[in-house]
């Protein structure tokens, strides 16, 4: 009788997957802290914090699927996974708005200095309405700026036109259609820093991104820009994101990741015109569960002999 496979779920999907969510396999649930257990296992569903380099997947010799949780997979050593002929798979497309919410959530709360408002309460040093408190930026006609122009930073776009902002972006690819719709227009990468009152970040982790916005470019942000990320933290030089910020030269920041989560600068949690949150982008009970889901079903499918909904390559 054939024996039956094991596959590795991380066990903090248990709550948005039904009770047997791959009733082929013997499931071994695994908590973020545990490290990945080397073994016969033929797929595992890992969230984005669980690193899989080629010493991790060498100790998982039949291991025929990666089935990210997250649309980003940077813990992921696609190439050393691709040259064993491992099929890894991510979950765009069902997180798209929920993220793109959340960026604007943070640029209204930077924009509008919501931060400092909570503190003033919360402190009890407010005395009452007063026409200069708490002046922020208003957006309309301001300059929206699109460091990236994937799904995730096309729907931030969108959203710009219910505040009559002008957007801009920066892709590698021209986006004819986002152009035609939503009136978004493509520019070099020096038009986009010197022009975006908001700038909003929307690239993968890649060894091309990494430290990307460092010294340099945070330089060439026009004074008292608003700079978001809900990407990836390494695209930041964090220093010199904290240099830019002590020199009063960005006008605030958003963030919802970190270069190496869950640490977040003590200077970023203090400064008052930096609002930082625990990567919650994708963080609404239909996304985590659609998330969730469609990891399961590609990792279902490979086995299955099937090709997967969603590859990354
Ligand atoms: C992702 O999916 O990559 C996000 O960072 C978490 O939803």
């Keep these: 009788m054939p024996s039956v496979p094991s596959v590795l779920i991380a066990s903090e999907l248990k709550d948005l997957l039904p009770p047997q969510p791959v009733p ?8 973020a802290g545990e490290e990945t257990p080397g073994g016969d296992y033929v797929g595992i569903v890992p969230l984005l914090s669980r690193r899989l380099g080629a010493g991790d997947l060498a100790a998982l010799p039949q291991l025929k699927v990666i089935a990210n949780c997250a649309v980003g997979i940077d813990n992921v050593d696609v190439a050393a996974a ?7 798979t991510n979950t765009p497309d069902v997180l798209t708005e929920a993220t793109a919410d959340l960026t604007w959530a943070l640029i209204l709360a930077v924009a509008r200095r919501l931060k400092e408002g909570a503190q003033l309460i919360a402190e009890q040093r407010w005395h009452g309405w007063n026409p200069t408190e708490l002046l922020g ?13 994937g799904r995730i930073g096309q729907a931030v776009g969108r959203r710009a036109f219910g505040f009559s902002m002008r957007v801009l972006y920066h892709a590698r ?8 719709s939503w009136a978004a227009q493509a520019v070099e990468l020096d038009a986009l820093l010197g022009e975006s009152d908001v700038l909003s970040v929307h690239l993968p ?17 026009r004074p008292g820009a608003i700079l978001i990320n809900t990407a990836r933290g ?7 994101l ?25 200077e970023l949690v203090a400064h008052p015109r930096v609002v930082v949150l625990p990567h919650i982008g994708s963080a609404t ?10 990891a399961v079903r590609n990792l279902r499918a490979v086995l299955r002999g099937e090709r997967a909904l969603t590859p990354v390559r």
């Design 24 to 31: 082929e396999a013997r499931v071994r649930w695994i908590a």
């Design 82 to 88: 691709l040259v064993r002929g491992i099929v890894v």
């Design 137 to 149: 930026l208003e957006l309309r006609d301001r300059t929206l700026g699109l460091l990236g122009a």
């Design 173 to 180: 690819t021209p986006k004819p259609d986002f152009e035609a």
């Design 205 to 221: 982790s890649s060894d091309q991104t990494r430290d990307l916005l460092g010294d340099d470019l945070l330089a060439r942000l």
């Design 234 to 240: 390494d695209i930041i030089d964090q220093e010199a």
């Design 242 to 266: 904290l240099r830019a910020l002590r020199s009063g030269h960005l006008g605030g920041v958003g963030l919802d990741v970190y270069p190496r989560e869950p640490e977040v600068h003590p």
């Design 285 to 294: 009970w239909e996304t985590r569960r659609a998330m969730a889901a469609l």
